[in-house]
T-cell receptor
Framework: SQELEQSPQSLIVQEGKNLTINCTSS?????LYWYKQKYGEGLIFLMM?????EEKSHEKITAKLDEKKQQSSLHITASQPSHAGIYLC???????????FGTGTRLKVLA | EAGVAQSPRYKIIEKRQSVAFWCNPI?????LYWYQQILGQGPKLLIQ????????DSQLPKDRFSAERLKGVDSTLKIQPAKLEDSAVYLC??????????????FGPGTRLTVL
């Protein structure tokens, strides 16, 4: 079965610093989604990537899908305390219509 | 546009008791999902409905969990009897496209269940 591995598991950065979160799949990704979750709340959709080499940005967050479509990165520029939360990658599992999630990266931004 | 609604937001029960969660998806969304998210883990799909039919329930512990989506709109998820390991956040999500790839899901706020 396909699995999504995220790294790092947790991250603490000083406000204003840049950071990158990675999501690696054991199989080809047909649709890769990034979500943000605040503790105890539901998931908020950030971005969706489908094509190899695709890159999307929203405010200070940029997500990329590599050419081989097995890894995605989420980059935050000039982090702010509002960026704190859990970042989850999700994907359409290869060969099925099942939706799977990574284990999440917990981000803390120190003011 | 109203989002996905879930209730209750929090529930504390003792093991062997029963509990039910309710979800109202975004109007017009044909696909509805229930996920279980254990602390420190990503969400795990329990069941997926397409209108009022079950598309995937391969990870639903059917000896104790049940779900229905009558009339293809609201859905309820029931646990009977609950075990300690059922303590988790139960998330409901909906999407407009039926089983297609490239399908953004909209999530509700979740129900946090604590089993004592």
């Amino acid at each position: 079965s396909q699995e999504l591995e995220q790294s790092p598991q947790s991250l603490i950065v000083q406000e204003g610093k840049n950071l990158t979160i990675n999501c690696t799949s054991s199989k080809t990704l047909y649709g890769l989604y990034w979500y943000k979750q605040k503790y105890g709340e539901g998931l908020i959709f950030l971005m969706m990537l489908q094509k190899g080499g695709e890159e999307k940005s929203h405010e200070k967050i940029t997500a990329k899908l590599d050419e081989k479509k097995q890894q995605s990165s989420l980059h935050i520029t000039a982090s702010q305390p509002s960026h704190a939360g859990i970042y989850l990658c999700g994907a359409d599992a290869s060969g099925t219509y099942k939706y799977i999630f990574g284990t999440g990266t917990r981000l803390k931004v120190l003011a | 546009e109203a989002g996905v609604a879930q209730s209750p937001r929090y529930k504390i029960i003792e093991k062997r008791q029963s509990v039910a969660f309710w979800c109202n998806p975004i109007s017009g969304h044909a696909t509805l999902y229930w996920y279980q998210q254990i602390l420190g883990q990503g969400p795990k799909l329990l069941i997926q409905f397409q209108n009022n039919g079950v598309v995937d329930d391969s990870q639903l512990p059917k000896d104790r969990f049940s779900a229905e989506r009558l009339k293809g709109v609201d859905s309820t998820l029931k646990i009977q009897p609950a075990k300690l390991e059922d303590s988790a956040v139960y998330l409901c999500a909906s999407s407009s496209l039926p089983q297609d790839r490239g399908n953004e899901q909209f999530f509700g706020p979740g129900t946090r269940l604590t089993v004592l």
